[in-house]
């Protein structure tokens, strides 16, 4: 492998496996601090194992084809099953790498060979670019996690990189390319952020190094709202920056926090720093979330594109909680000594964090894949 002087900075060759939201050393910690009865790491742990998508009783549904949002033909909406698994395939593949019983990644790898030898399409209105996006990213994590399982067959294991790479990454290119016809600015930023997700996921699962790049690019140069300089629109003298959402409701505002946190750890766990790009530009952003979601004001500009104009900020959804924030607080805080404390409220409130199904049984509850105190605490 090659690397330049600049840590953290230039891709490797190859790439590192498992490396996508968590790499070998990672789960080295949480496997040595769970077998010590170390907290917070405990209390992560203790979340992980009492949820149900964690347990061996749990059953994959897997269907041909995936609908969100209903379309012209007024097909049935069954994402359900395909958000319930992507949350059991990684909480079961967790569980599995921090006991070491195989009777976990058995489980697991179950249910990727369900859909693996099922799903062929993913229908629906426009919603469906959100579920390719999403469930991508969860999908090829949960793969990432299990490609280590040596009792998984390799057949079925490309088989399960097949499927990601026909069904799911066609419509995230699809969709940061040409945006379901819609103008440039239309779709808000966590439609994009959403597909970026599962495209750098699928890239490093499939040891694709163009469609880890095309990722990579879109973050730094795409033209739709979740490219760095779009969603973190507007940066203030005191360090803070207006994010895109902001002005819409802050459910979404910080659904944007948990897509961009998984953006940039995958690529972080590859060699490249997102996280300090154009100086902790995402700190920024991140950080202004925090502080309105915790309660307090934050400096707000009118936003405007070819659809909205927002003159405040929105207060639809504030304090809304999402499993995000020790990823955030122990990268930045922890790992790199800056200064966040908003972050820092906000992962401290919410330990310790749970996952798919502990913040409800709707699609939100599962747009992250959570269980941050577990994974992400450093020390």
């Not at 949960?142 to 990454?169: C, G, H, Q």
């Not at 973050?219 to 709202?225: A, L």
């Amino acid at each position: 492998m090659v690397f330049s002087l600049g840590a953290m900075s230039v891709q490797a060759e190859s790439f590192v496996h498992p490396g996508a939201l968590h790499t070998a050393a990672d789960f080295d910690r949480m496997k040595t601090k769970v077998a010590q009865g170390a907290q917070p790491w405990l209390d992560g742990w203790n979340v992980l194992i009492k949820n149900p998508h964690a347990s061996l009783n749990w059953t994959p549904r897997a269907v041909d084809v995936v609908y969100r949002g209903k379309d012209a033909d007024g097909h049935h909406e069954n994402y359900g099953s395909l958000f319930n698994d992507a949350a059991a395939a990684y909480a079961l593949a967790l569980r599995w790498k921090i006991s070491g019983d195989d009777a976990y990644a058995d489980k697991a790898v179950a249910i990727l060979d369900a859909w693996s030898g099922k799903l062929t399409e993913i229908g629906g209105n426009s919603d469906r670019f959100l579920a390719s996006g999403i469930y991508g990213y969860q999908f090829a994590n949960a793969a990432e996690i299990l490609r280590t399982y040596k009792k998984w067959p390799e057949n079925n294991f490309d088989r399960f990189k097949t499927m990601m790479l026909s069904v799911f990454y066609p419509m995230n290119h699809d969709f940061l390319v040409r945006h379901n016809d819609a103008k440039i600015d239309h779709y808000w930023a966590n439609w994009d952020l959403a597909n970026m997700d599962s495209m750098i996921a699928i890239g490093i699962l499939a040891d694709r190094r163009d469609i880890y790049n095309e990722a990579i690019d879109y973050f730094k140069h795409g033209k739709g709202n979740g490219s760095i300089d779009h969603v973190i629109w507007k940066i203030y003298p005191e360090g803070l920056g207006q994010t895109q959402e902001s002005g819409r409701d802050q459910g979404h505002n910080t659904l944007n926090v948990s897509l961009l946190g998984a953006f940039c750890q995958m690529a972080w766990n590859q060699h490249d720093d997102l996280f300090g790009y154009e100086d902790n530009r995402v700190l920024k952003g991140i950080e202004y979330i925090a502080k309105y979601n915790l309660g307090q004001d934050v400096p707000y500009t009118p936003y405007r594109n070819s659809d909205v104009t927002q003159e405040v900020i929105a207060s639809a959804g504030r304090g809304d909680t999402r499993p995000v924030w020790e990823l955030f607080y122990n990268h930045y805080v922890v790992l790199k000594g800056l200064d966040a404390p908003y972050i820092k409220m906000f992962a401290e409130k919410l330990r310790p964090e749970g996952g798919g199904g502990n913040y409800g049984p709707n699609s939100g509850g599962f747009d992250q894949l959570g269980y941050g105190t577990l994974t992400y605490t450093l020390q």
